[in-house]
Nanobody
Framework: QVQLVESGGGLVQPGGSLRLSCVAS????????MGWYRQAPGKQRELIAH???????NYADFVKGRFTISRDNAKNTVYLQMNSLKTEDTAVYYC????????WGQGTQVTVSS
């Protein structure tokens, strides 16, 4: 059974930082590309960042320079370091594992508000 479990969300003030984690089980983690997505109320889910099995990363323009994706294959974990958070970053954040089949976590809420 495949599980992706996100953690690290919460309430943070504008300009603050959060680090999200996503622990995967039931897959050979090192073979999967991993991504972070988010969905704000009334909006479509959007890709934030992506990391390949070979550690190549890419980012949506709206997070470049602020967010960093990384992975630790020994811990079956992908991270999203989020700095300089803005109110418009408020959303539910999801991790995903992609190979021949895609898997999704349940999401973690990030709220940026003063």
């Amino acid at each position: 059974q495949v599980q992706l479990v996100e953690s690290g969300g919460g309430l943070v003030q504008p300009g603050g930082s959060l680090r999200l984690s996503c622990v995967a089980s039931g897959i050979i983690f090192r073979l999967y590309a991993m991504g972070w997505y988010r969905q704000a109320p009334g909006k479509q889910r959007e890709l934030i960042a992506h990391i390949t099995p070979g550690n190549t990363t890419n980012y949506a323009d709206f997070v470049k320079g602020r967010f960093t994706i990384s992975r630790d294959n020994a811990k079956n974990t992908v991270y999203l370091q989020m700095n300089s958070l803005k109110t418009e970053d408020t959303a539910v954040y999801y991790c995903a594992a992609a190979r021949t089949t895609n898997y999704w976590g349940q999401g973690t809420q990030v709220t940026v508000s003063s």
